[in-house]
């Protein structure tokens, strides 16, 4: 089983629309059953809340199934369950690191560096796009699950 955690500031736009387009990409491939996969927040602002309206809107549009959710924090124990911990932008990376104890394991990354475009994923909460950043999650998902396939 390979373990995804996605992981932005809050956990209501950008971690869950990666954790529910990796999920449709896997049962579309055939391979929901070989993956486990979830998102979380390196902040405790949003704890408890639903997807963000913006979030479930670009999901219902591309027919992506996604499920009602409570935010959550990332905890110490999630760096050991889980295989992938992939982050939305260099902000996360540098919190996950610093919650992790500097990634001894090299389970850290960022989304779009397993792209040919690596860059951070900009945060729909403040600009408002979030079909932008369903092109750059679904471009960093279909590369980063190209790359576990390959593999």
């Known amino acids: 089983m390979i373990r995804v955690l ?17 999920k449709d990409i896997v049962n579309k491939t055939g391979k929901a059953d ?17 997807i963000h309206r913006g979030t479930k809107e670009v999901l219902h549009r591309h027919n992506i199934p996604f499920s009602k959710r409570a935010a959550r924090q990332i905890t110490k124990s999630d760096y050991e369950k889980f295989d992938y911990i ?7 990376i540098k919190n996950l690191n610093r919650m992790s104890g500097e990634d001894k394991d090299g389970k850290i ?10 860059r951070d994923v900009a ?8 079909d932008k950043t369903y092109t750059d999650i ?3 998902c279909t590369a980063f699950i190209n790359k576990i396939l390959i593999k």
């Open 86 to 92: 992939i982050g939305m932008d260099e902000y996360n």
């Open 123 to 130: 945060d729909p909460w403040y600009t408002g796009d979030f």
């Open 109 to 118: 990354y960022k989304l779009l560096d397993f792209t040919a475009s690596p």
């Open 138 to 140: 679904f471009n960093g």
């Open 6 to 22: 996605f992981v932005c500031h809050g956990n209501i736009c950008r971690s869950p629309m990666a954790e529910f387009v990796l």
């Open 34 to 50: 070989e993956f486990y996969i979830e998102s979380c927040a390196t902040s405790t602002e949003e704890i408890g809340n639903d």
